[in-house]
């Protein structure tokens, strides 16, 4: 692989599987000292383990990102193992799929304490550093939920639209200060997080069939194809890229 983040810090929530478990490997292979944040300790650790078995200098902290003492203690431990971050992948998320009616107020504040309080947290804890270092790179993965409406997801996304503003409100706030923030916008992805909205859509009568998704971008997409899109937005490739949303969809966003 190539050194696109040799000598940068990053931590990625949500890191321990998915498409976040493909971003800690390629920005690995690509350089970069990672620590990965996320509630799921067993993966998590097992994944650093591997990592760092092969080498590469790779860290776990477990948070649930909700948690503002969860989240500055583990954003401490990954700062002590590793040195200053640099990198923010703002990655961890999950999904409430519920007619809108049925939909009640303990789903609402967790998904948006999952999906969106979870990017101030750790953003809020990973900024005084890059601000110091006077550069750094935020990605924040958003979706095609966040312009796109499906029935059933009225929460889902809402959350996505606050991850979409969130991500350019950041960007022009600190765009002075040297530090760029950005958002991942999927399609429907092949992970266990796409499978189950899926199941979940069809089981409420939506058509999220392989045709229908198929038609609309031309085949599932894989963790790897979100990984290389944050990859680049994180890399000084992408250095005059900011406030920006890059559409992973195989043309979804197209039509």
């Known amino acids: 692989m190539g050194e696109r983040l040799k000598g940068k810090v990053?931590?990625?929530?949500?890191?321990?599987?998915?498409?976040?478990?493909?971003?800690?490997?390629?920005f690995a292979a690509e350089g970069a000292a990672v620590g990965i944040i996320d509630r799921n300790a067993a993966l998590g650790q097992a994944l650093a383990d591997e990592m760092a078995a092969a080498g590469h200098r790779v860290v776990f902290a477990a948070a649930d990102v909700s948690s503002k003492a969860q989240v500055e203690a583990a954003v401490a431990t990954v700062a002590a193992a590793l040195g200053p971050v640099n990198v923010l992948f703002n990655h961890a998320g999950t999904i409430v799929i519920k007619p809108f009616l049925e939909t009640e107020e303990e789903d609402w504040d967790f998904l948006f304490d999952v999906n969106v309080k979870s990017m101030y947290l750790m953003t809020r804890a990973v900024l005084p550093m890059m601000i110091a270092a006077g550069k750094g790179s935020i990605v924040c993965t958003s979706s095609i939920s966040a312009v796109y409406a499906?029935?059933?997801?009225?929460?889902?996304?809402a959350t996505k639209g606050a991850c979409h503003m969130f991500a350019r409100a950041i960007a022009v706030e600190f765009r002075d200060k040297g530090i760029r923030c950005n958002a991942v916008c999927p399609g429907f992805i092949e992970t266990p997080h796409g499978k189950r909205e899926v199941a979940e859509l069809t089981a409420l009568g939506v058509d999220a069939s392989e045709t229908a998704i198929k038609?609309?971008?031309?085949r599932f997409g894989q963790p790897e194809d979100i990984a290389r899109a944050a990859l680049y937005l994180a890399s000084d490739d992408a250095e005059f890229v900011t406030g920006a949303q890059l559409f992973v969809d195989g043309g979804f966003s197209a039509v």
Request: aromatic residues 4%; glycine residues 18%; proline residues 3%.
């Open 215 to 218: 038609a609309a971008q031309g």
């Open 10 to 26: 990053a931590i990625v929530s949500g890191g321990a599987s998915g498409c976040g478990a493909a971003a800690v490997r390629l």
């Open 150 to 157: 499906t029935p059933m997801e009225v929460l889902y996304d």
